[in-house]
């Protein structure tokens, strides 16, 4: 899960201050849907490297600059799973190369889904370079409007197949649609941002609530979800001594889990025993 605390600066202030993308009048809303991208309307067909030709990012938060960084190289965007654990034991997720990952720098209104905006906008392909899942992230200050876009989506689509509750710290929820030829997962929470500006220095704290959006190509769900899967060998090589994976609570063939990983994967939210991911009407607000 993505933290959920960000400090800004008075800069920043002042940027958040513009009008939110997701509470646009209908003018703006109309000149913008007609530069966003239609997460929608995708075939899986796109011309990804295109669609990232303006602006991508090499890292997280770190910008692409042709005159700063050079050649854009492929190695710069094979899609690799980073956490804490991968970095401090230097494992190599997936395995196997599976392909590249296109992310956008925060950009408002850079893809649309129905009514809905989204300011992040990340594309999982494979060796070829075609797109095989798209994630995205949506960012409301009012949560009723997130609970109007999340109705929407249920109209069309019907009941979630799926839909658990996965923190009721910041009522992080989960809901999958399976589609004839795509799978589908929403994914709500809200959380909180701090910001300094002006001559108070006192510290502001702001609620927000997030919407990421998962689309996956089903051709490509088993082979998405067995790159999330590290086998380790009997001993590994950890701070220059050798340890059983097991010494460290793994099991043999570990997940680890990244934005392209569905919440349905997980066995103990489909059994959900004992109720304890049920969602409750206060996790919904």
């Known amino acids: ?13 002042l940027l958040s201050s513009l ?8 003018e703006k809303a109309e000149t913008k849907k007609k530069n966003a991208f239609d997460l929608e309307g995708i075939s899986f067909t796109e011309a990804v490297p295109s669609l990232y030709s303006k602006h991508i990012e090499v890292e997280e938060g770190i910008e692409y600059r042709k005159e700063r960084d050079g050649e854009l190289k492929d190695s710069l965007l094979r899609y690799r799973i ?5 970095d401090a034991m230097r494992l190599t997720v997936p395995q196997q190369e599976f392909g590249y990952l296109y992310r956008s720098p925060r950009i ?6 129905q009514e809905t905006w989204f300011q992040k906008l990340l594309t999982l392909t494979d060796t070829n370079k075609r797109p095989v899942a798209y994630f995205a992230e949506a960012e409301f200050k009012d949560p ?19 839909a658990f ?17 795509r799978t589908i997962q929403i994914e709500t929470s809200n959380g909180f941002s701090v910001s300094f500006g002006g001559s108070d220095t006192t510290a502001k704290q702001n609620k927000y609530y997030t919407l990421d959006l998962l689309i996956i190509d089903n051709r ?15 001993k590994i090589l950890y701070n220059g001594k050798l340890h059983s994976y097991k010494d460290f ?13 569905l919440n349905s994967t997980n066995g103990n939210y489909v059994k959900n025993e004992y109720g304890e991911y049920d969602i409750t009407p206060e996790d919904e607000e």
């Open 249 to 261: 609570q793994f099991e043999k063939k570990q997940v680890f889990r990244d934005n392209f990983l």
């Open 165 to 181: 509750q996965i923190s009721h710290e910041f009522h992080q929820c989960s809901y999958e649609w399976q589609l004839k030829d």
């Open 108 to 113: 408002d209104s850079i893809a649309l889904f």
């Open 1 to 13: 899960m993505k933290m959920m605390f960000r400090y800004c600066c008075a800069l920043l202030l």
């Open 19 to 26: 009008p939110s993308c997701n509470s646009a009048s209908p």
């Open 82 to 86: 980073h956490n804490t654990i991968t």
């Open 144 to 162: 009723k409007e997130r609970k109007k876009a999340l109705d929407a989506f249920i109209q069309k689509y019907g009941n979630p197949i799926y």
């Open 220 to 234: 490509a769900k088993q082979a998405i979800h067995d790159a999330h899967i590290y086998e380790f060998p009997e």
